[in-house]
C-alpha cells in the first residue's frame, strides 16, 4: 500500500517561506509516475480545500487562485517525492496541510477538486504564519 510521508511544517512570519515535502514509498504493481499527488489543506472549523496539485506522468499542475504565483509544486520521481514551495506566506496559509495520492481522476484538476475519498493520505503537517 502506498504511504505517505509528509514534513516540512512550521511557524514563519508573513512574507516567509516554506518548504513541504511529501515522500511516497510502498509501490508494488505500479509507481510513483502513475500518480497524482497534491497538498490540501484545512483550517478548523473549514472544509479541506486542494492548495496544489501535480500529475507525475505528464507535469500539468493545478494551483488554486489564492496561492498562484506563491506557491510552487515540484516533484523529484528519482526520490518519489513531491515539494510544495511556498513563499511570501500569508497569516490566511495558516492550516494543517496534508499531501494525498491517486490515479483515477481524469485531470489534475479534478483530483485537486476532490475529496479523494479512495486516494492515499499523508499525516498533516502544520503551517502558521504570524502576522
Known amino acids: 500500500e502506498v504511504q505517505l510521508q509528509a514534513s516540512g511544517g512550521g511557524l514563519v512570519r508573513a512574507g516567509g517561506s516554506l518548504r513541504l515535502s511529501c515522500a511516497a514509498s510502498g509501490f508494488t504493481f505500479d509507481d510513483f509516475d502513475d500518480y497524482d499527488i497534491g497538498w490540501f489543506r484545512q483550517i478548523p472549523g473549514k472544509d479541506r480545500e486542494g492548495v496544489s496539485c501535480?500529475?507525475?506522468?505528464?507535469?500539468?499542475?493545478h494551483y488554486i487562485d489564492s496561492v498562484k504565483g506563491r506557491f510552487t509544486i515540484s516533484s523529484d520521481n528519482a526520490k518519489n517525492t513531491v515539494y510544495l514551495q511556498m513563499d511570501n506566506l500569508k497569516p490566511e496559509d495558516t492550516a494543517v496541510y496534508y499531501c494525498a495520492a491517486d490515479r483515477r481522476y481524469p485531470s489534475i484538476a479534478t483530483f485537486c477538486q476532490g475529496k479523494i475519498p479512495f486516494g492515499f493520505w499523508g499525516q498533516g503537517t502544520l503551517v502558521t504564519v504570524s502576522s
Open positions: 501535480i500529475k507525475n506522468s505528464d507535469g500539468g499542475t
